[in-house]
């Protein structure tokens, strides 16, 4: 099954820092956008931040731009994401999805596939 897999979560205070991996289970990431997405409790999953394959171009929210990197690693076939000065309203559970290309448009995400399970991010004091 193409799926990925996220990890990397967990609690820390607010200023913190947290970094998120997302690694495929039977895929190579480099041919693919691959967008990271949150969801926190009550509210609807919201694009966080993407990039594409061909350039390595990344796309942030207004919410995490200046405090949020995406990276990849087509060696290690993974996606980075760098969560630094964290915010309470940060907290929610964390996924990475596949871009049906080698662009990555995040306000397109109903047309990524490949959703892993997520992982929670908390940050509170």
């Known amino acids: 099954q193409l799926q990925l897999v996220e990890s990397g979560g967990g609690l820390v205070q607010p200023g913190g820092s947290l970094r998120l991996s997302c690694t495929p289970t039977?895929?190579?990431?480099?041919?693919?956008?691959i967008g990271w997405f949150r969801q926190a409790p009550g509210k609807e999953r919201e694009g966080v931040s993407c990039?594409?394959?061909?350039?390595?171009?990344?796309t942030y929210a207004d919410t995490v731009k200046g405090r949020f990197t995406i990276s990849r690693d087509n060696a290690k076939n993974t996606v980075y994401l760098q969560m630094d000065s964290l915010k309470p309203e940060d907290t929610g559970n964390y996924y990475c999805?596949?871009?049906?290309?080698?662009?990555?448009?995040?306000?397109?995400?109903?047309?990524?596939?490949?959703w892993g399970q997520g992982t929670q991010v908390t940050v509170s004091s």
């Open positions: 990039i594409r394959s061909t350039d390595g171009t990344t």
């Open positions: 039977a895929f190579r990431l480099g041919y693919f956008g």
């Open positions: 999805a596949r871009s049906p290309d080698s662009g990555c448009v995040l306000s397109a995400q109903t047309l990524f596939g490949s």
